[in-house]
């Protein structure tokens, strides 16, 4: 019995231009069934696809409501930082990759003029100073559990987490003992960023159906500025 093995798909995209090529040569055109049918490769080894299960899978989807609050806040957080010239705002799928360790995606950055050294142009090397990871029930526990763990080690200043699903919001900063402290929003139910000075996110706004226009967002950035 022939063994049956998987063929690597530039090996099998190569042969087809091969023959491709080789029948253009004798003015031949290549048939629908001949650029679908199975190749052998010299010691006539059955050769097959590779299995559905064994194909990569594509990202969990997103809600609209998950999407529409990571815009929200990228839009707002960029605006704010360009008014004050504070520094730059990045969104997945830009990278950070630990040293050492495996890149990450997280939702939203914002890294400080000081760690422009570690920018490139589809990653960062080091923490970012602020992280903000927008959770669906798919990753809730992971940006709860092992991200917490990770961007606590790797010295983010600042990780927001919030909860669409749940209307809940988590803010830790690092102490100087390296490790997180929550912090709550004040009386109003604003958060008042200890690392993007002047920047305040009313949590509220974010539970609303129809969330702030770029216009009110430059307003609000308005607000903010004009008010310290």
Same mark, same amino acid.
């Given at each position: 019995?022939?063994?049956?093995?998987?063929? /690597?798909? /530039?090996?099998?995209? /190569? $042969?087809?231009?091969?023959?491709?090529?080789?029948?253009?040569?004798?003015?031949?055109?290549?048939?629908?069934? $001949?650029?679908?049918?199975?190749?052998?490769?010299?010691?006539?080894?059955?050769?097959?696809?590779?299995?559905?299960?064994?194909?990569?899978?594509?990202?969990?989807?997103?809600?609209g409501r998950?999407? /529409?609050?990571?815009?929200?806040?990228?839009?707002?957080?960029?605006?704010?930082?360009?008014?004050?010239?504070?520094?730059?705002?990045?969104? *997945?799928?830009?990278?950070?990759?630990?040293?050492?360790?495996?890149?990450? $995606?997280?939702?939203?950055?914002?890294?400080?003029?000081?760690?422009?050294?570690?920018?490139?142009d589809t990653y960062?090397?080091?923490?970012?100073?602020?992280?903000?990871?927008? !959770?669906?029930?798919?990753? !809730?526990?992971?940006?709860?559990?092992?991200?917490?763990?990770?961007?606590?080690?790797?010295?983010?200043?600042?990780?927001?987490?919030?909860?669409?699903?749940?209307?809940?919001?988590?803010?830790?900063?690092?102490?100087?003992?390296?490790?997180?402290?929550?912090?709550?929003?004040?009386?109003?139910?604003?958060?008042?960023?200890?690392?993007?000075?002047?920047? #305040?996110?009313?949590?509220?706004?974010?539970?609303?159906?129809?969330?702030? *226009? !770029?216009?009110?967002?430059?307003?609000?950035?308005?607000?903010?500025?004009? #008010?310290?």
């Open positions: 019995m022939n063994r049956v093995r998987f063929m /690597d798909t /530039d090996v099998y995209l /190569d $042969e087809l231009a091969q023959g491709a090529t080789a029948k253009s040569k004798r003015g031949e055109q290549l048939s629908f069934e $001949e650029l679908i049918a199975p190749r052998q490769n010299s010691s006539q080894e059955n050769v097959r696809p590779l299995p559905v299960e064994e194909l990569p899978r594509p990202p969990a989807p997103v809600t998950h999407q /529409d609050l990571r815009l929200y806040l990228t839009v707002l957080l960029k605006t704010f930082v360009e008014t004050r010239d504070a520094g730059l705002v990045r969104e *997945s799928p830009y990278r950070v990759v630990p040293q050492g360790g495996q890149p990450i $995606e997280p939702d939203i950055v914002f890294i400080a003029h000081s760690h422009f050294d570690r920018v490139h960062m090397e080091g923490p970012p100073d602020i992280v903000v990871e927008v !959770t669906s029930p798919e990753s !809730t526990a992971f940006d709860r559990g092992e991200k917490f763990v990770l961007y606590e080690s790797l010295g983010v200043r600042e990780y927001w987490l919030i909860d669409p699903q749940r209307e809940l919001v988590n803010f830790y900063h690092l102490g100087p003992d390296g490790l997180y402290g929550e912090f709550r929003t004040d009386m109003a139910g604003r958060y008042n960023s200890r690392v993007l000075k002047g920047f #305040t996110l009313e949590v509220d706004r974010l539970w609303k159906r129809v969330l702030p *226009s !770029t216009i009110e967002i430059v307003d609000l950035v308005h607000n903010m500025v004009s #008010t310290r």
